[in-house]
Structures are given as structure tokens and as C-alpha cells.
């Protein structure tokens, strides 16, 4: 499955299904995929792929992505800290709930922060 991440028809099953797996062996490959010229829709699925996989060791992994260049990419990785209620995240969350046009990104760093519980 590592193998088939550079095959552009089948990268974004196996990324999910590296994540289902949960296979740690599978991370490298993943963060190189999210910080590669593929395209959004499959960096965001690297991002959240790796973070199925997290159970809070890659936050800062996270916390860089929500300055990605792809509104795709900061939506995983804001729903990634929401779920993993990471209190660390707060301040990072706000300011692209702040500084965000993209509405769906807004959207989705307000409910990391209400999963975080912070108001």
C-alpha cells in the first residue's frame, strides 16, 4: 500500500487505507506527501490520514499545515485537532478562524475549538 501513494490513480485509497491500518511505517511516506507538489485534494487526505493514525504525537505536523496554502489541507488539519482535543492548538485554531475568507476553513477551526473546548 506505501508502494501504490505514488500512483495517481490509486494514492488516495491507499493513504485511506493506511490509515484504517494504522501502520506507523506508513508516516513517512505520508508527510511527504503532504509537503509535495500533489495535488490539495490528496495532500488534505495524507493530512488525514496521518492524523487517523495520531494518537497526539504529531501535533506539531499539524499545527504547520493549518499555514498551508490549501484551504483543503487547513480543513483536515483543523479536524485533526479537534478530535484529538488539543489544547496546544487553541491560539493557532483562532487565528485562522480569524484570518480565513475561505468560509468551509472558518467553519471547521470554530469546531476544533468548541471540540477542544475552548469558546
Known sequence: LIAQLDNAETQQVAAWALATIGDQRAAPAL??????????????MAV???GRMSD??????FLSTLKDRS??????ACKILGELQE?????ALFE?????ENPRVSLNAAVALAKIGDP
Open 96 to 100: 485562522v478562524f480569524n484570518a480565513s
Open 71 to 76: 484551504h483543503l489541507v487547513v480543513i483536515e
Open 56 to 61: 497526539g504525537e504529531n501535533v506539531d505536523i
Open 87 to 91: 489544547d496546544s492548538a487553541s491560539e
Open 31 to 44: 508527510l511527504a506527501l503532504i509537503d509535495s507538489e500533489q495535488p490539495d485534494a490528496m495532500r488534505g
Open 48 to 50: 488525514r490520514s496521518l
